[in-house]
């Protein structure tokens, strides 16, 4: 069976057509992706990748591997957002056509075809690609270690009905590969993960041994040795400061509430079911029995539930809740859906009532928020009372944000998906349903991106963004007051300090210094700024900031 067919072009196409057009067009979210980003520019500014720094000073709260991808974009492109968020677009053209075979060789064309639609029709799926945050490579990484940790057994005990490509050991080689680069990406929950699905696994199967214990030990030592590559490195060359600071941080992490990301327990299961829609409402109906699936395919359902179930529950316990701690969770979450889509159009099955009913709610729930997004950007007087317990969020809504009544496109567009969906399924036309869902959800989330996130950026930072713009090469200090970001260093361009007390916040806020301060501070701290730095000099207030310089 051949790897590259017409569909596999088609994917890559479309993905190359959505993923890298306007990856530049909006300035860097704080936190992270501006974090992400400045981490790479420092590392070009120094000529050290071995070791990550952060304002020019050690940070170990991230291993390299991204880092590296994203200086090495930089370097090709240019310091800039289109830059920092290449490297996920890149990825984007090789997970679409990288399913869509994996489909192939797993069932037929028909069903490598769905997952990957589901994933690219499916809302934070798609948005994942033209973001800039670390996730999307560490999670590959993790679903390649088990995918191809699931293909050497399988191998190794000849089933049948799935197409091998490569030998065991191949597969054994490359599971334990894909791991310690998602261990080099983010560090070793890549590992913890895959080692929890086996453990789930075991028990499922009645304390069965899927691997033996030379396969488990030889995969292991597979992943160590592919991180041990840099981290022996860095412990020769810089000392064990990174391990125990990393381990440090990652107990932080999952223990405690990071940064204000607190949530309630359900939080993952409510972003999975939104953020994937509609791919989520076909993988609920997949979580049951599915008849006639051949065992192969029984059993990498079997582990892609288990491994959905895995991420759901791990990040539910953590105490820091973020959207996209949960993102592997869109790999067994498009396969599901593709499997229910695959099974019902091979059967002739129609669309259960309450899918349709599902489908239909959160549709409009889309289509409400898509157009009172441009109805309040067109009324915000009406608006601003619902802010009036958050002066700084009213602030924001000053910004001058131009909307028009085209803003309303998204909107009116994904109603008529939903109606063409309905007529469609009426129709019994179900796999042309289908097909007008997701590619319709796709084309919706791109029209979003181009109509609805640069206004959202506008109004949320960056009032901050232009301030600190503004202090590239001036000989000036820049720092914030009463909150933490990482805009004033990427988007000040900051350099290597002659003065190393210019890594200390409180000399910046307080001290004697050599030069001009640049302090950026939310309305909220304006009077506690004044009160505590009473030489600072108010510049300027502008959509909820405030900016002030001391001299």
Not at 176 to 181: A, E
Not at 494 to 520: E, F
Request: one cysteine or more; proline letters at 4%.
């Amino acid at each position: 069976m051949k790897y590259f067919d017409r569909n596999t072009w088609f994917w890559a196409f479309c993905s190359a057509l959505f993923f890298l057009p306007f990856l530049g067009g909006v300035h860097l979210f704080d936190w992270d992706e501006i974090n992400f980003a400045e981490l790479a520019r420092e590392m070009l500014v120094t000529g050290n990748g071995l070791q990550l720094q952060i304002n020019y000073e050690s940070f170990t709260e991230k291993p390299p591997l991204f880092f590296w991808l994203q200086a090495l974009s930089m370097t090709i492109f240019g310091v800039g957002e289109y830059a920092a968020r290449f490297p996920n677009a890149l990825l984007g053209i090789v997970v679409l056509p990288f399913l869509y075979i994996s489909g192939k060789f797993l069932i037929d064309r028909k069903f490598g075809f769905l997952w990957a639609m589901s994933w690219f029709g499916s809302i934070l799926p798609f948005l994942y690609f033209k973001s800039g945050i670390i996730d999307p490579w560490f999670n590959f990484f993790i679903f390649n270690g088990l995918f191809f940790l699931i293909h050497y057994k399988w191998r190794k005990d000849n089933y049948n009905g799935a197409y091998f490509s490569r030998s065991a050991k191949a597969y054994l080689w490359l599971g334990g590969i894909s791991i310690g680069l998602g261990i080099l990406t983010k560090g070793p929950v890549a590992y913890l993960i895959v080692f929890l699905c086996l453990v789930v696994y075991w028990f499922k199967e009645r304390l069965r041994t899927y691997l033996s214990f030379k396969g488990f030990f030889s995969f292991s030592f597979i992943a160590l040795l592919t991180f041990s590559l840099w981290f022996l490195i860095d412990l020769i060359i810089n000392g064990p400061d990174f391990i125990v600071e990393f381990t440090i941080r990652q107990w932080e992490l999952l223990t405690t509430s990071d940064a204000g990301h607190q949530g309630f327990p359900a939080y993952h299961f409510v972003v999975l079911l939104l953020g994937c829609f509609p791919a989520s409402i076909f993988a609920i109906r997949a979580m049951k029995k599915i008849p006639g699936l051949p065992y192969h395919l029984q059993d990498f359902k079997l582990w892609m539930v288990i491994l959905l179930w895995v991420v759901l529950i791990l990040f539910s316990l953590v105490g820091t809740k973020i959207i996209h701690y949960s993102s592997l969770a869109y790999y067994p979450l498009s396969f599901l859906a593709a499997l229910w889509l695959w099974h019902t159009l091979e059967n002739g099955k129609a669309v259960a009532k309450w899918m349709n009913i599902s489908l239909v709610t959160i549709g409009l729930i889309i289509i409400l928020v898509s157009a009172a997004l441009p109805w309040a950007g067109m009324h915000i007087e009406t608006i601003r009372p619902l802010f009036k317990a958050d002066p700084f969020a009213m602030a924001n809504l000053n910004a001058r944000v131009p909307w028009s009544i085209w803003n309303y496109l998204p909107a009116v567009f994904y109603l008529l998906i939903l109606t063409a969906y309905l007529i469609l399924l009426a129709r019994k036309q179900t796999y042309h349903a289908f097909r007008t869902l997701f590619l319709g959800t796709s084309v919706w989330v791109m029209l979003a991106l181009v109509f609805f996130i640069g206004k959202i950026e506008r109004i949320s930072q960056r009032a901050s963004v232009e301030f600190f713009k503004e202090a590239v090469d001036r000989e000036v200090y820049v720092t914030t007051f009463g909150y933490k970001s990482y805009v004033p260093w990427f988007y000040g361009k900051v350099m290597p300090y002659n003065n190393m007390q210019a890594t200390n916040k409180d000399w910046l806020l307080y001290g004697q210094t050599d030069r001009p301060v640049l302090i950026s501070c939310k309305i909220t701290h304006r009077e506690r700024l004044e009160s505590k730095i009473p030489d600072a000099v108010f510049l300027y207030e502008k959509n909820g900031f405030c900016f002030y310089q001391r001299f």
